[in-house]
């Protein structure tokens, strides 16, 4: 498998990810979803702003015109569950185009990310692998807090298995995903 072909299917596993969360968190009501919880984040709300603002700053600086601290302006963009789950759709999208167009070249090159101090270089593959390392390690915090509330955890490990087509068909068909997209 080519580098580019991993990094876009992780950008579809990713979003595949965030998928079954947010469908889950989606069954809670809006004190469940808002409610101070044990983690790093002090709750599920504040916890899925956090992966889609920290989204917003790399996604933005991959599509080289970074926002730079206006990710995190308010902290807390989206209090409303409804619009957060928009715009977290909204920004695997804008991933998995990405990296769908990624080749040999664009993989090399620089993306520059303003931080308080200095402005971060890194090559577009780090910063991707980064990303993703990200939003695995927020949305289990999120799993866990689940496992606190009336809605169980959803299965998030799952990574396109080939012969388990069947147990993804139906997340597939909601995010207008097919096998072809990823594999071909």
Known sequence: MSPQRYLLAQAYNNAWANHRLLKACGRL??????????????SIIHTLNHILTVDWLY???????????????????????????????AADRRLIDHCRG??????????RIPRQTHVQV?????VLLHLFQHQIHHRGQV?????????????????FAADEEQLRKQDFAE?????????S
Not at 175 to 183: D, K, V, Y
């Open 122 to 126: 890194e090559n577009t593959d780090r």
């Open 59 to 89: 996604i933005s600086a991959l599509e080289g015109n970074c926002i730079g601290a206006a990710a995190f302006d308010p902290e807390i963009p989206f209090p409303f569950f409804a619009d957060l789950e928009r715009e977290q759709r």
């Open 102 to 111: 990624l080749d040999t070249e664009t993989l090399t090159q620089e993306v």
């Open 29 to 42: 009501s809006p004190e469940e979803v808002a409610a101070k919880r044990v983690s790093f984040f002090p």
């Open 175 to 183: 995010l207008g995903f097919t096998e072809a997209m990823i594999w």
């Open 143 to 159: 799993h866990a807090m689940l496992s606190g509330t009336s809605v169980p955890p959803p299965q998030l490990d799952e990574f």
